[in-house]
């Protein structure tokens, strides 16, 4: 399929400037997830929804009600508030969704970004740097631009566009599923996070876990008097790094160079009270890759059953249990087929504004791909501007040429999926 006369219309209308501007507005709000600005930052999406001629459902997500669901994915941060936010162009079921999540991660160490501001929303030789520029910023400023072109042609969609904007995706999912359980619902959804040129069509899940290792405290003069925890953690975690190399044995040719796609991590570390003395508690936290269509229950009980062996076989741990716990965000694997129609007409969309066929992959992280494709039964995949590896890095940004390719095959898809007259 090439493009029609009313698609190349469509893309006359694209306004690159206030594309740019919208980004950058985004990213000079600090949206770190459990922060005032993952609140402000929805007000600012509101007001940008309203210029768009949006119709807007704007609401106080109940954080009681939605943690005692039964399907909660899971929270790593102490929230005092959440907003929903999703705009239509028209009443019905939207025939297409397009989402993004507004929350950022901390941006780290302030040397790491150099005299930059991590939130200046600074340009730079066709790059516009920021915490969020990448994750995932540039693929929400990109869908709204898909409605301000198509206001800007003055055409009419023939069924209903849907722009969902979320937060809390960085630490379980808060708000997509708020959003899904508020009743938003669509024929197909794409999420604009950062895919580096890829269509991405699945991801393995997250689950983040807590060991406590017991030991028995002693003068470190004296220390075979006490036990070490972090002496008898050693073995479990040799244990786990067992578990993840049987684990990624068999990996799927979606996930094509990716050689560890379910990775287990340990990202914290606390252990002892006094350099001097033995320590008598090691917490371990990290993350636990799930399967591509792995129960995270099953994933658990794996987890758990190496624990426990590792224990049994230790003379200290035998007696003197580690114990494992779950917090924090609990994602599971999505994966959307690769032949559903979606994925023909995005890569379609893709081809004839770019002239590239992109290769449909998974990735290796979890998003909230899995509650539109689960909890919604929404037919979902990944296209966004962006490279991953960016993310969450030092110096985030994007190529704004990247953000502009992705928006004009958006606004094709959104024509040809919702109808133009």
Known sequence: MSL?????????????????????????????????????????????????????DRWEIDLDELAADPWFPGAEVERERALGL???????????????????????????????DPFSAEVHEGRLYGRGACDMKAGFAANLAVVETLRAAGVTLERPLALHAVTGEEDGGLGAFATL????????????????????????????????????????????????????????????????????????????????????????????????????????????????GEDPAAARSAFEDVV?????????????????????????????????PLVAATTAAVVDTDGVEPPVRAEVYGSDLRLYSGVGGIPTLHYGPGDPRLAHAPLEHVELADVVAVTRALVVLTARCCGVR
């Open 4 to 56: 029609t006369e009313t698609e190349r219309r469509l893309l006359d209308h694209l306004d690159e400037d206030l594309l740019v501007e919208r980004l950058a507005a985004l990213v000079r709000v600090p949206s770190v997830s459990g922060t005032q600005g993952e609140v402000d930052v929805v007000d600012v999406a509101a007001q940008m929804f309203a210029e768009a001629g949006l119709a807007i």
């Open 86 to 116: 999703v705009g239509t162009t028209d009443e019905g079921t939207p025939a297409l969704i397009l989402q993004g999540h507004l929350d950022v991660v901390p941006p780290g160490d302030p040397s790491a970004w150099g005299l930059t």
């Open 181 to 292: 359980r508020r009743g938003h619902r669509g024929d197909a959804a794409v999420l604009t996070e950062p895919t580096g040129d890829r269509l991405v069509v699945a991801n393995a899940g997250a689950l983040t876990f807590r060991i406590e290792v017991p030991g028995r405290s002693a003068h470190g003069s004296l220390r075979q008097e006490g036990q070490s925890a972090f002496e008898a953690f050693l073995p479990v975690h040799r244990a786990l790094l067992d578990l993840e190399a049987a684990r990624n044995v068999d990996v799927d040719p979606l996930f094509g160079e990716r050689t560890l796609p379910y990775s287990l991590s340990v990202g914290l570390v606390s252990a002892g009270d006094w350099a001097s003395s033995v320590p008598d508690r090691l917490v371990a936290e990290g993350r636990y890759g799930v399967m591509l």
């Open 308 to 340: 426990t062996e590792a224990s049994l076989k230790d003379p200290w741990l035998r007696d003197h249990r580690p114990v494992v716990t779950w917090p924090g965000g609990q994602f599971a694997s999505g994966r959307l087929d690769p032949g559903h």
